[in-house]
Nanobody
Framework: QLQASGGGSVQAGDSLRFSCASS????????MGWFRQEPGKEREFVAA????????DYATSVKGRFTISRDNYRNTLYLQMVSLKPEDTAVYYC????????????????????WGQGTQVTVSS
């Protein structure tokens, strides 16, 4: 199970940090990702990280502002967000993708078989 936390309401330019805790003992066996969804829109890719944390990838819209990381000892995934914009307002989901070798990651939503419950971020201008 994945449990995300850290959402809230902030002003444009502020920072937030998400955490996603895994209750399973096999966290390091999964590539991880963050996605977000606005009302009435499809869930979109935000960031991904490989099993060993050595490779990351980002959506163009967040590149340079968001940083994904993981702590395989604490079974936790993170998303550090700075310079938040109103267009970052969405529900954010963490997700796990199995079946990938150590240094690979996945950006396609369909590759992720496990999802957290989502956490809301609202950025006001």
């Amino acid at each position: 199970q994945l449990q995300a936390s850290g959402g809230g309401s902030v002003q444009a330019g502020d920072s937030l940090r998400f955490s996603c805790a895994s209750s399973g003992r096999t966290f390091s066996m999964f590539a991880m990702g963050w996605f977000r969804q606005e009302p009435g829109k499809e869930r979109e890719f935000v960031a991904a990280i490989s099993r060993n944390g050595g490779n990351t990838d980002y959506a163009t819209s967040v590149k340079g502002r968001f940083t994904i990381s993981r702590d395989n000892y604490r079974n936790t995934l993170y998303l550090q967000m700075v310079s938040l914009k109103p267009e970052d307002t969405a529900v954010y989901y963490c997700a796990a993708a199995g079946g990938l070798i150590t240094h690979t990651l996945a950006t396609e939503r369909e590759r992720y078989g496990y999802w957290g419950q989502g956490t809301q971020v609202t950025v006001s201008s």
